[in-house]
């Protein structure tokens, strides 16, 4: 007997299967739907619009479109609500409700009666939770993404989420913006729906997608507000009545190889530093390691090609127009494992193959021969500070900081920063190593992105521009500076990190790769511990009580296949 298809899978247990059948039909005709209709297979659309997303709020005319797609495809479209997470609206922060939102999507795909699903995601968290649950669901899935938001100009010069948002705030702390301009500069960052306009979280995670094969070529980039993001949804609902017909599932597509190409675009795209946390969480569900010596294996082999903010000049919208991933993809080629499966049944190569010879703006994606710089953008440190790993993003960092040794100023919290970092009494001078404590996955923060550390007013007014800055915390990806990140284990966990006290010196060295307290074992062991963090009830506790170190990429261990030692 062939599986069933449509609403006829997994029914609802009554002890009695015709039953079930017959009353869910029954149910489902009063919503409208013909017979002829109800015996279709089912497309499943995770519909993640929010009040509270604003990254998402064209999502109904994308369910719309992607509706029309599987109507022409001959399938029943049904739209579904998930979680939604915007970035800006939660707290402590966003990535603690990642894998909730992981689950929510995994369960609904499983429990509900659906062939294959759209993922509707776009905001950082979104897509790596819609991944990690459609990878641990395993039912066939594609992704597609809201697209990325339009500049807007202010005072002749184009402005766009949120390298601006930073780089206008750190002026004004510095005295150089007045409380005027950055009001008016507050109404220009975001002009239009759609995500982040830089090469941020959610751009990267597009990115990645589509370097994954979880999306249709050529969509990860078009912008929220342009015509072909509503072609795009359209063809994705196509695509996913095929990909339901022969029954395609991500584990056939989520393969290490895969995961080794995303890691490359990730690398030359110059993308955002969550990245590594999200593609390292959505492997740990299909049973792939990224060890963090792999990723700086392949940042030694990868030039950064893509020359977008925070690191260079250009927005979302110019890498659209000057040939999206596809472009940066095809010149990866040689470096890319070809024979990766994709959505649409063809292989990675196959699919490049097809766009050989098309537009590609140089200013935008190099070559090649002329990257815009000759590694990867991320590397990994190591060291007594760090013995599981942190992350530096070296392509938005000053180089002139890379090897040197410096006097650690601690905050223990984020309480603390807040309260001393613009003390004038703070003592702390450019050349010292700003470290915050307690914000990493264990912590009551659960890891926001608070790594990126203001530079002290004082100084700041001083003209200092960038110090090292260190944590257990993450970075936005639209950020830049020399932040070393995701200190693992982290201090809340007992982690080296949280032994550090102001004074210490540290020694950075990007070329050895290794970031060191220069402080004797006998004296850490002398200090105390951060007392372990132990929320009573609800989802706090879950999260307490699962949540895995960044080198594991802040999964629950209960989520992966087999949960990892430690
Ligand atoms: Fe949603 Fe930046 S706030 S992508």
């Known amino acids: 007997m062939s ?178 301009q950055i009001a008016e500069i507050e109404g220009s960052l975001a002009t239009t729906a759609g995500t982040c306009a830089v090469m941020g979280t959610a751009s990267t995670m597009a990115a990645i997608a589509e370097a994954l094969g979880m999306m249709l070529p050529g969509t990860a980039a078009i912008p929220a507000v342009h015509a072909d993001r509503l072609r795009a949804a359209e063809a994705t609902g196509a695509a996913a009545v095929a990909l339901a017909r022969h029954k395609l599932t991500p584990d056939r597509i989520l393969t290490a190889e895969a995961i080794d190409n995303a890691l490359r675009v990730l690398l030359a795209i110059g993308g955002s530093t969550n990245a590594i946390l999200h593609l390292t969480a959505i492997g740990g569900r299909v049973g792939v390691d990224v060890p963090l010596d792999k990723l700086n294996a392949l940042s030694a082999a990868t030039p950064v090609l893509v020359d977008l903010k925070p690191t260079g000049p250009h927005y979302m919208e110019d890498l659209f127009a000057a040939g999206g991933i596809g472009a940066v993809l095809r010149e990866l080629k040689p470096l890319l494992h070809l024979d990766c499966l994709t959505v649409t049944g063809e292989s990675l190569g196959e699919r490049l193959a097809q766009s050989e010879g098309a537009f590609v703006d ?62 004038p009494a703070l003592e702390v001078t450019p050349d010292d190593f700003l470290m915050l404590q307690n914000a990493g996955p264990t912590s009551p923060s659960a890891m926001p992105e608070a790594g990126y550390l203001p530079i002290p007013a004082k100084l700041a007014r001083a003209g200092v521009k960038d110090m090292v800055r260190i944590s257990d915390a993450r970075m936005s990806g639209t950020a830049y500076g020399t932040v070393v990140l995701h200190v693992s284990p982290d201090a809340a966990s007992g982690g080296p990190l949280g032994k550090a006290r102001s004074g210490d010196l540290i020694r950075l060295s990007v070329k050895e790769r290794r970031i060191d307290l220069l402080v004797d074992a ?34 629950f261990a209960f989520l992966r296949p087999a949960p990892p030692a430690g």
């Open 3 to 180: 599986d069933p298809i449509g609403l006829a899978r997994g029914l609802t247990n009554y002890g009695d299967r015709d039953f079930a059948l017959y009353l869910r039909r029954s149910f489902a005709k009063s919503m409208g739907y013909s017979q002829a209709l109800l015996t279709k297979p089912v497309i499943g659309i995770a519909n993640t619009a929010s009040g509270f997303n604003n990254c998402h709020r064209l999502v109904p005319e994308l369910v719309d479109a992607v509706t029309r797609g599987v109507l022409a495809a001959g399938a029943l479209p049904i739209a579904f609500p998930t979680i939604s997470l915007g970035e800006v609206f939660l707290n402590p922060t966003s990535l603690m409700f990642r894998n909730l939102m992981a689950i929510d999507t995994e369960e609904m795909i499983r429990a509900q009666p659906m062939d294959a699903v759209v993922l509707i995601g776009g905001c950082d968290k979104t897509v790596p939770a819609q991944l990690m649950g459609a990878a641990s669901a395993n039912v066939p899935a594609i992704q597609l993404v809201t697209g990325p938001l339009m500049t807007g100009p202010w005072r002749g010069e184009r402005l766009g989420a949120c390298t601006d948002c930073r780089r206008f705030w750190a002026r004004f702390r510095a005295g150089e913006v007045s409380r005027q």
């Open 362 to 423: 140089r200013a935008v994606v190099h070559s090649l021969a002329e990257p815009v710089q000759p590694q990867g953008g991320l590397v990994a440190l190591f060291g007594s500070l760090a013995p599981r790993g942190a992350i530096l993003k070296r392509s938005a960092a000053d180089t002139r900081l890379f090897e040197r040794q410096g006097r650690a100023v601690v905050f223990s919290s984020l309480e603390d920063l807040a309260a001393r970092i613009d003390d």
């Open 522 to 555: 006998a004296e850490l062991a002398r200090r105390p511990a951060p007392a372990p963090f132990a929320p009573a009830r609800g989802y706090a506790r879950l999260h307490r009580e699962q949540i895995l170190q960044a080198d594991h990429g802040c999964d």
